[in-house]
């Protein structure tokens, strides 16, 4: 005698979803600003590093006798297509080679802020109690001192250089490093995984860096783009003011300044500086408020 047949039972493949990086890189391409911000400021990096390897032309030579040569487009010398300054320097190589002097300023100045800022976040927020009192009554100290006028003071005090400026502005910019590393520390400290090492007899610092801080960082690294324009800025900033970088280096704040007496004879040697230095931190903004799209969840974006 046969046995019934048993009645097929349908077997679905379970739905595929696409892999973390697919959606970061989907996330990445549907967002304009990331495009703009990141490919503007990628152009900008790779004309800093590489525009003097391509332009041979020393930005310090001077040509005296060559004095604001006229750019191109007012039928000026082939051999300096954006002219030249008030002591003959070529102005297309000073633009790459300050380009150089504002990046780096602007990535070492944040690394330096951010190291300040993160740490006391992260120990306030993790320990809370007198730790968290001390780091806010910091932060509230360095909230009541304008930047400006600080940097101005110490500059002209201490003395102005490379150096200098860059160690300035890293201790005047960590403010908003620690108040977002405190603020996520405090929310995240609680959560199981940090519960977990403690109880397995995690150190506090491995559980500050290795646990909470990989978690935070998303929030971090939109401050960090915020605040490497802003230090781009204060240092073009005291640069026209005659405190920022001295010459004969060539930083865009320090070009504005020797141009200006010529803004209305010569306009395009305070224009040139001052589109690179708008492009650069328009780019910065437009990519960080896209890493801020990318990285929130997608129920807030």
């Known amino acids: 005698m046969s046995k019934p047949a048993t009645p097929a039972v349908a077997t679905t493949a379970p739905e595929s979803r696409p892999a973390p990086f697919r959606r970061l890189l989907k996330r990445i391409v549907g967002n304009s600003g990331t495009l703009v911000g990141g490919g503007l400021l990628l152009l900008i990096v790779l004309a800093a590093l590489l525009g003097p390897v391509f332009y041979p032309q020393d930005p310090f030579a001077q040509d005296v006798a060559n004095r604001i040569a006229e750019p191109f487009w007012n039928g000026g010398p082939a051999i300096h297509p954006l002219g030249t300054d008030t002591l003959g320097r070529d102005y297309l190589a000073r633009l790459l080679y300050g380009g150089r002097i504002s990046l780096l300023i602007g990535v070492l100045a944040v690394s330096m802020a951010a190291a300040i800022g993160v740490t006391l976040g992260l120990v306030a927020g993790y320990f809370g109690g007198r730790v968290d009192l001390v780091v806010r009554f910091l932060i509230t100290t360095r ?12 500059v002209a005090t201490v003395g102005n250089s490379l150096t200098i400026v860059i160690l300035v502005l890293g201790f005047l910019i960590w403010d908003r490093f620690a108040v977002v590393a405190r603020t996520t520390a405090m929310q995240v400290r609680g959560i199981d995984y940090v519960k977990a090492a403690r109880a397995v007899g995690s150190s506090h610092a491995r559980i500050i860096f290795k646990e909470i801080l990989p978690n935070i960082s998303n929030g971090l690294i939109v401050v960090a783009t915020v605040e490497l ?37 010569s306009p395009w040697l305070i224009t040139l500086p001052g589109i690179a230095l708008v492009l650069l931190v328009l780019a910065i903004n437009l990519l960080g408020d896209g890493v801020r799209d990318i990285t929130a969840p997608s129920g807030t974006r």
């Not at 005659?242 to 280096?249: A, I």
């Not at 930083?251 to 209305?264: N, T």
Request: hydrophobic share 65%; no cysteine; net charge negative.
């Open 143 to 154: 909230l009541a001192m304008p930047v400006v006028l600080v940097a101005l003071s110490v």
């Open 229 to 265: 324009a802003n230090a781009i800025l204060l240092e073009a900033a005291l640069s026209f003011l005659g405190l920022g970088v001295q010459p004969p280096l060539p930083s865009w704040g320090l070009m504005i300044a020797e141009a200006k007496d010529y803004l209305f004879f």
